[in-house]
Structure formats: C-alpha cells, structure tokens
C-alpha cells in the first residue's frame, strides 16, 4: 500500500509563489509516474503536471511555463513549484502515483487559494 501526503498548500496573492509536496511512504518514483492534478470549486480535477513514461514532464496548458514538477528520489517526495499564481488557480491540489497495468494511489490534497 502506497501512501501519499500532500502539504504546502495555503493562501497566497495573486502573483506569488508556493511549493507544494507529496511525500510517498515507501519508494516508489521508479515504477510509478507521479502527477499533479486540481480540482476548483464546482469544476472536474484536472491535469496540472505529471511525469511521462520514457521521460520528461507534461503540464497543463493553463500552467505551462509558471509550474514545474520536480522529483528528489531521496526523500520520496514530489514537489509543484507553482510561480505567478493567478486567482483561477484556486483549487485543492491532489498527487496521484501511477502505473502501467491500471494501479493507482491519490493523495488527500492539499489546498490553494490566490486571492486578487
């Protein structure tokens, strides 16, 4: 059993920064693609960042260029740096751990607020 919890989430101004992390319980990073995904109040969970199979990073159109998913292998943990936050990117953040043959964990989520 895999275990994910977010943290980092909070309040912020439009146009500031935080880091979110995702510490997994056992390591996992080498077999599982690890992504990032939202949910707004009243919208579907979307896509913010996730790692590819093979390599490299996928993000969302909305966040592209403002947020970067990084890995440190050493402390099982996943972090979104997020910069120039805009209000719409008010949500509550999940980590999703996956593999190939359909497994999958989510974390509890963590949530954001950008205030204008």
């Known amino acids: 059993q895999v275990q994910l919890v977010e943290s980092g989430g909070g309040l912020v101004q439009a146009g500031g920064s935080l880091t979110l992390s995702c510490a997994a319980s056992?390591?996992?990073?080498?077999?599982?693609?690890m992504g990032w995904y939202r949910q707004a109040p009243g919208k579907q969970r979307e896509l913010v960042a996730a790692t590819r199979t093979g390599g490299g990073t996928i993000y969302g159109d909305s966040v592209k260029g403002r947020f970067t998913l990084s890995i440190d292998n050493t402390k099982n943990t996943v972090y979104l740096q997020m910069n120039s936050l805009k209000p719409e990117d008010t949500g509550v953040y999940y980590c999703?751990?996956?593999?190939?043959?359909?497994?999958?964990?989510w974390g509890k989520g963590t949530s954001v607020t950008v205030s204008s």
């Open positions: 056992v390591s996992i990073f080498s077999t599982y693609g």
């Open positions: 999703k751990a996956s593999r190939l043959g359909g497994m999958y964990y």
